[in-house]
């Protein structure tokens, strides 16, 4: 049986410093992850200027990552970390991602668990970097894909986080996020998959009216019996 235990354990309900959106971020930059995202941005943005000057292709770029993201967002948190385990051959298949989300959802007040895991993104790195840099015709192009790429990995870290934290939102928007995704966490997690964009659910018809949705008896497990 696969378990995951964060190295620490970060009780949001115990951070009052976290009430204030200024408190929130700083708690937010003491994480590993959200640091790792913005070293690479960083290095990738002197890179760009460094290649080429910038053209309406980087203007392009950018937006259609910014299209893709948020349905890349929904569709894996939808069909990857809700993945059940399953007997392949007589083993048991349980991905570290699909186990890992199933202890986030039974402790959602940790924050170490809204994060992607370090160790995940180290790995990954290379393959986006070497990814980039083959399909664009021009290394300057590569590091705008990969710089856009990385920002939006970052805003979602940060959106996730917040509405785990202790503070509490004052925009639309946020308010929106908050709302739908404590509906699925303790209403039913069987909706509500978007995070940066919340209309995402709207169009992709996972967001109904709450009254309408009955209260599931596995939002803490996703139908899981984990030790």
Known sequence: MSTFTPVMATSAQKIQSAKSLTGA??????????????????????LRFFFEQITHLDLFIALAVGIYWPFQEWFLHKTVLHLKPRQIMGRRFDPMFAWRHRYHHCHPWVLETTFLPTGLIYSLIPIHVAAWFLVMPTPGLACTGIICFSATTLLYEWVHYLTHSNYRPKSHWLRRVYRNHAMHHFKNENYWFSFTVPWIDTAMRSAPEASSVPQSETCRNLGVQDD
């Open 25 to 46: 971020f700083r708690l937010f930059i003491s994480f590993a992850t959200p640091n790792i995202l913005t070293t690479k941005i960083m290095l990738f943005v002197a």
